[in-house]
């Protein structure tokens, strides 16, 4: 059997086809090139899961995240649309989802999609630092210092910008 005679047969269709289910082949690749900087692959690469299984949402929040990391908000803001449309219940992408938000200044929207990532998994620091910087940007000093004080407490840390927004804000209030 060759290979272009395996890809005719229905049930390597099948087999090539569960691959991509749960932690299959494709997504894992495409996570690792994500991961190293491999991003075109990576978007390939969920290019092709998102052919084979086009409800399966994860799929669609990592491609977003791989056009994000490229530098596409608006591509990764469409596929993370795209995902909460399949799966509302994906926290990740409501989180993701409020990072091009912030990107975008739409601080009331992105804080928004913090608090539904936050109601999906209340243990999700990223959400937690990101809505206390959509918080200092709304000038709500004390709510931003909880949701950071928070997302240190479940193991988070504070990109050097976010302590950067905070020292000032905190100068400006001690002023």
């Known amino acids: 059997m060759n290979a272009t005679s395996v890809y005719k047969s229905p049930r390597a269709a099948v087999v090539i086809s569960g691959l991509c289910k749960g932690g299959g082949i494709i997504k894992r690749r495409a996570k690792y ?7 075109d692959g990576a978007i ?4 092709r899961a998102i052919a084979l299984h086009p409800r399966q949402a994860d799929y ?8 994000l990391a490229k530098g596409e908000p608006d591509r990764a803001l469409s596929d993370l649309n795209r995902a909460l449309t399949l799966n509302p219940k994906l926290a990740e992408a409501w989180l993701y989802r409020g990072v091009i938000r912030i990107a975008k200044r739409d601080f009331a929207r ?8 936050l109601k999906i998994n209340p243990r999700l620091a990223g959400a937690y630092c990101n809505r206390g ?12 210092e909880a949701d950071f004080a928070r997302c240190r ?4 840390t504070l ?11 905190r100068e400006r209030r001690d002023k």
């Open 33 to 39: 090139e994500k991961d190293f900087a491999r991003r």
């Open 44 to 47: 390939a690469d969920f290019d």
């Open 60 to 67: 669609s929040t990592n491609r977003g995240r791989a056009w």
């Open 110 to 117: 992105a804080s928004g999609d913090f608090d539904e990532a």
């Open 133 to 144: 910087v959509t918080r200092l940007m709304q000038n709500r000093m004390k709510e931003a």
């Open 153 to 156: 407490a479940l193991g988070g």
């Open 159 to 169: 990109k050097p910008e976010a302590e950067r927004l905070l020292r000032e804000a």
